[in-house]
């Protein structure tokens, strides 16, 4: 396993850090949700499957659902919250994607949020991602857009504490464009994006869970009404592989 695969397993390990950040899985969810709509689909993926509040709670819609992380917290905690009456239709993965014996089966809609500023590799990661969605499937996947001003911000913000001790972990870079013109060149056409500001650079302390997701939600509205959506540098994106 790399080195940075070793710090994005042991930070996700750590599922009571990785939730103080709920008002930003609550967006994420219901993003996710409003992009899907009132649609069935018979083969679903989520990579990485985190908690599994994005996916779980859908499982009315899906026939089958495979879940992957990479941490075996991550992996517990999200089945946890499958129903017993509902468990044979998930599949759970604890692997490195590169490794997961996935189904061979392509899937009509993959989700992957939260994984490209932590891959190796991201343009592998795509190329991967692209590969496991079905002709006619969806994909649903999330970027901090690095060629973003406020992209900046936040690196000049997070360079500061690694240069002081406190955070040595460094994500990828991934501008917008390189993403929307991968997958469209792999045959994907982009039917909607959802962009915001997930972090308060430094001050999100200061604020609730619920104050952060209302001063969001006040800010930047919904996937279904993106307001001032040109200030937003996390964008959430619904393809369609045609």
Known sequence: ??????????????????????????????????????????????????????????????????????????????YSKVPIEQQKKVSLINEDFIKAQLPKEKFDLVISLGILAHVDDPMAFMEFIADRVALGGMLIIQNTDSGHFYSHLIRGYLGVKRAVGKDKYSMNKVPGKQVEDFFQQKGFVLEKQFRYNQSLLGFSHLFSDEQKYRMIRDMFGAESQNKRAAMGSDVTYLFRKS
């Open 1 to 78: 396993m790399s080195e940075k695969k070793e710090h994005v397993k042991e930070f996700f390990e750590q599922t009571d850090v990785y939730l103080t950040y709920d008002h930003n899985l609550r967006i994420r969810r219901e993003t996710a949700e409003g992009f899907i709509g009132e649609k069935q689909f018979k083969n679903v993926l989520d990579l990485p499957c985190g908690t599994g509040d994005i996916s779980v709670p859908l499982l009315d819609r899906f026939e089958h659902l495979t879940l992957v992380d990479i941490a075996t917290n991550m992996c517990e905690l999200a």
